[in-house]
């Protein structure tokens, strides 16, 4: 089962990366919860079920003229996926973004039911209680 979590967090980069909202929707629970990368300065709040990650992928689009997430590293940890990757992005200001990025994801009966993104691989890793 936790290679098709591995699968499911690839199918689900690939539609981030797409800017495939309806393909992420496909493989999150109706009622599961995501922290975003910019949770942390959002209040740290998740978006909850369906209509929150909506909500979150139209902040996306409205921020975000360019968006690339690429993945280094997946660790099958059961029902949970560790990823460590890069994002690279352009803000409609112009600004751009290059850094490392780290996800956990935790999966139920074929769907996403927890995820959050990191702002490094070392927070990511210290997350699901491992080192380097």
């Not at 139209?58 to 560790?82: H, I, K, P």
């Not at 990191?118 to 890793?125: N, P």
Request: glycine share 10%; charged share 25%; proline share 2%.
């Amino acid at each position: 089962m936790s290679q098709e979590n591995v699968e499911l967090f690839l199918r689900g980069l690939e539609a981030y990366n797409r800017r495939d909202i309806e393909a992420m929707l496909e493989i999150s629970h109706p009622e599961g919860e995501w922290y975003p990368f910019t949770a942390q300065v959002e209040g740290d709040d998740a978006y909850h079920g369906h209509e929150g990650l909506r909500q979150w992928w139209g902040n996306v689009d409205a921020t975000f003229e360019e968006l690339e997430a690429s993945v280094e590293e997946v660790r099958d940890l059961g029902d949970t996926v560790l990823a460590l990757g890069h994002l690279r992005a352009r803000f409609r200001s112009g600004v751009t973004l290059d850094t490392a990025i780290g996800w956990l994801t935790r999966y139920r009966d074929g769907l996403a039911v927890w995820g959050r993104a990191y702002q490094s691989h070392v927070e990511a890793l210290e997350a699901a209680g491992l080192s380097e």
